[in-house]
């Protein structure tokens, strides 16, 4: 598994804000070789399982690269195989260097798509159009994420939450990144298909991608769930929903993954969090618990999410495609059970720290206060601990 000090570095040139820039890869297709996948490794792509820390970014590149001719997209829509390369290349040049929401996230949300088509049959189900609009979606979601979420854009008051009204400002940026990429006629995948398709791709993709705001959580899911009671295949309206569903489990649904490769992105994650929490807590703006390093764990953030968050969206998915519940639902269970095991051992050392404070310290006039491992305890009186016990606090 390549080591976190290696992973891509993938600094954003581009700016959506800066009128006299242009989208464009570092490098042209010439740079970008060809691997040829293995058997073993096109059979793995097809599953959640697939280890996604395994690969370089040019390996990633060609993993993206078979999945839309292995789905028939490059000949069913007769995208130039040259195009495709140019296209991916400045997809992965328009990601940033962020902790979580880099290309590598981006790979990890496309190939989670591809194994969905593959498990849930959704070739048998969708067009050609509404898979091509999955995965360009999928491929598209994050592009030139700052690495600072919408809350921190409103309450910042940045160019981008001015831009667009407050509402989903990171989303309307990622879809305007990706269409300012293709509107560039290298870069420009949907070349070959006429002006009503082209209105079906850009609007589709649109709608999937503006659905990964979290804020809408409830509401699409919401609505998802009213229509599984009588869902139709041939109704519009509910196919879209599905979709939108569809792109939000793969875009959060690391922990369907082996723990061995699901747990390193919490790490990730919460590196971002703290990032901006930091930022928020320098410029004086609000900070969500969540995000705070000095209120949060590991088990703590990712209980509650797996309890609220993802374990009903899959199980509301379940209903629809069986098959989904042994592959996808039971290690969200498992990953559920294993951090309500360490949070149990987490509350049992802070008992015990707590226990030992508390006798050793008896009849002093102190505030003991955990900072967020748990690990540690800093004592605040108005006079020095540490002068009175030169020796140090064995805790």
Known sequence: MAARSSRTNCPCKYSF?????????????????????????????????????????????????????????????????????????????????????????????????????????????????????????????DLDHPGYNNTYQI???????VRYNDISPLENHHCAVAFQIISQPEFNIFSNVD???FKQIRQGIITLILATDM???????DSFKEKMENFDY????????????????????????????????VDCLLEEYFMQSDREKSEGL????????DKVTKPTAQIGFLKFVLIPMFETVTKLFPEVEEVMLQPLWESRDHYEGLKQIDDAMKEALQHQCRSLFSGMELQPRVCYQGCAWHFMRNHSVMAKHPGGLNT
Not at 97 to 114: E, I, K
């Open 17 to 141: 804000l800066d009128e006299n820039k242009r989208p464009a890869p570092r490098r042209d297709v010439p740079s970008y070789p060809k691997y040829m996948l293995s058997q073993e490794t096109i059979e793995a792509l097809r599953k959640p399982t697939f280890d996604v820390w395994l690969w370089e970014p040019n390996e990633m590149l060609s993993c993206l690269e078979h999945m839309y001719h292995d789905l028939g997209l490059v000949k069913d829509f007769n995208i130039n195989p040259i195009t495709l390369k140019r296209w991916l290349l400045c997809i992965h040049d328009n990601y940033r260097n962020n902790p979580f929401h880099n290309f590598r996230h981006c790979f990890c949300v496309t190939q989670m798509m591809y194994s969905m088509i593959s498990l849930c049959s959704l070739q048998e189900k969708f067009s050609q159009i509404d898979i091509l609009i999955l995965m360009t979606a999928a491929v598209c979601h």
């Open 155 to 161: 309450n910042a008051r940045t160019e981008l939450a």
């Open 195 to 197: 002006q009503e398709q």
């Open 215 to 221: 804020a809408r959580h409830a509401e699409i899911l």
């Open 234 to 265: 041939t109704n519009e309206e509910h196919m879209t929903c599905l979709k939108m569903v569809l792109i939000k489990c793969c875009d959060i649904s690391n922990e369907v993954r082996p723990m061995e490769v699901a747990e390193p992105w």
């Open 286 to 293: 609000p900070v969500a618990p969540f995000m705070d390093r």
